[in-house]
């Protein structure tokens, strides 16, 4: 049973940075990749940024290419997504997101190939 937990989410002016967690148990084992997505108000879940379970290769978004990163912490199934140089248009909750098997790199982008999902925890850029 994969259980996926974010919190670190705030309110942080434009140019600040956050540290966003996602605490995963039982994606040791079987998962194929995680992401992060997100979604603003009246908008569709995008993806920010994925990374394969094996291998660690990563993919981001044009819109955050540059300014986030996506981490690990392997010891304590932590994901992490460290998010720099934000923008008003960064506001939305975030989510991570898991997929056990394997998908292509276009379906990797898309909210309804992965299986499991966190609450989500809310970002807002605002001065």
């Known amino acids: 049973q994969v259980q996926l937990v974010e919190s670190g989410g705030g309110l942080v002016q434009p140019g600040g940075s956050l540290r966003l967690s996602c605490a995963a148990s039982?994606?040791?084992?079987?998962?194929?990749?995680m992401g992060w997505f997100r979604q603003a108000p009246g908008k569709e879940r995008e993806v920010v940024g994925r990374?394969?379970?094996?291998?660690?290769?990563?993919e981001y978004a044009d819109s955050v290419k540059g300014r986030f990163t996506i981490s690990r912490d392997d010891a304590q199934n932590i994901l992490y997504l460290q998010l720099n140089g934000l923008k008003p248009e960064d506001t939305a909750v975030y989510y991570c997101?898991?997929?056990?098997?394997?998908?292509?790199?276009?379906?990797?982008?898309?909210?309804?190939?992965?299986?499991?999902w966190g609450q989500g925890t809310r970002v807002t850029v605002s001065s």
């Open positions: 997101a898991a997929r056990r098997t394997i998908a292509s790199i276009q379906a990797l982008k898309v909210a309804a190939s992965y299986d499991y």
């Open positions: 039982g994606v040791a084992f079987g998962t194929y990749a």
């Open positions: 990374i394969l379970w094996s291998g660690g290769t990563q």
